[in-house]
């Protein structure tokens, strides 16, 4: 009896899992989550290192002595809270956008029907797989002629027409979504003399809430780590966080000019503890927005697998 007992407690049973289950899967999960965590620790504690402590290869994790200085500096050339700005503005307006049009137009191909539907739902395919480095010079020439470039109107006008940033994949979303709602409450609703756009508000978006979430939160990331186009669009009109880190060396070097490297002016010189502090600002707004959604987040993942009639 005590043997089966102890070898239903490490190996578990059809009810529940055993203690060696739960050994092996956390230990799994901390090794996958090492793999990903490392780069961003390594990058965390090399940012708050001086220039002695990076020159010293026995200094690897502790620093000897914490420098809060780089992220002064960091946040000096960065223009932080300019480049901030325009960071939450370049990225949340067109996300906004983007959610909008995707939900209309996913809506449009789930529940409705119109002459050439599956050409046109195989050229939204088409589109999502396509490279952008492949559209992005015609897509140049075709916002000069209509006097986009230089302006947030770049990344908005296509956001409201279905061409924004990976736009395709949302509109696959939301196609899926409302597939999902069942056809008997939308025959309901229409019996009831409920028009396609009251269905679409009243019925269909609180529905699929957790769509919106996944869309929103996946478009923000994307529009605010783009840093090509904006640079090709947007030129200096605005500059993000992550466009500033692009330029990062150059502006550093301008805003603290080191000379002939001393004792004194060592300090001052461009190192790679300042380059990962300027990095590790522009990450951080990401990290706090999942930091206060991952919860509904996650949930809103679960529930995508949930499957209607």
């Not at 070898?7 to 793999?35: H, M, P, T």
């Not at 999902?180 to 229409?190: D, F, G, T, V, Y």
């Not at 550093?252 to 503890?273: H, K």
Request: charged share 15%.
């Amino acid at each position: 009896m005590k043997n089966k007992k102890l070898k239903k407690i490490l190996f578990g049973s059809y009810i529940r899992q055993g203690v060696v289950q739960y050994v092996v899967i956390y230990a799994l999960l901390v090794c996958i989550s090492f793999v990903f965590l490392y780069p961003l620790l390594q990058m965390l504690v090399t940012s708050f290192m001086g220039l002695e402590d990076l020159i010293d290869p026995t200094k690897i994790w502790i620093p000897s002595k914490v420098v809060f200085k780089n992220y002064l500096k960091a946040a000096e050339t960065l223009h932080l809270w300019r480049a901030l700005k325009d960071s939450i503005l370049v990225s949340l307006i067109p996300s906004l956008c983007v959610v909008a049009s995707s939900a209309l137009i996913g809506y449009g191909f789930a529940r409705h029907e119109f002459p050439l539907k599956k050409i046109w739902f195989g050229t939204v395919v088409v589109i999502f797989l396509l490279p952008t480095i492949l559209t992005s010079i015609p897509t140049y020439v075709t916002y000069n002629r209509l006097h986009l470039l230089n302006s947030l109107k770049s990344f908005i006008y296509p956001a409201l027409t279905g061409f924004g940033l990976r736009e395709s994949i949302f509109i696959l979303i939301f196609y899926l979504f409302f597939r999902e709602i069942p056809n008997e409450l939308i025959e309901s609703a229409q019996m009831d003399g409920a028009s396609s756009l009251t269905i679409f508000f009243r019925i269909s978006i609180p529905l699929t809430l957790s769509g919106f979430l996944i869309t929103f939160l996946y478009s923000l990331v994307w529009y605010w780590n783009e840093t090509s186009l904006g640079l090709l669009y947007l030129k200096d009109s605005y500059t993000t966080l992550p466009m500033a880190v692009v330029n990062f060396k150059s502006l550093y070097e301008t805003l603290f000019p080191s000379g002939s490297v001393g004792l004194e002016s060592a300090s001052e010189t461009y190192n790679q503890g300042v380059q990962f502090a300027g990095t590790i600002l522009s990450i951080l707004p990401l990290l706090i927005v999942y930091f206060f959604t991952q919860k509904w987040f996650v949930e809103s993942a679960d529930r995508s697998g949930i499957a209607g009639q």
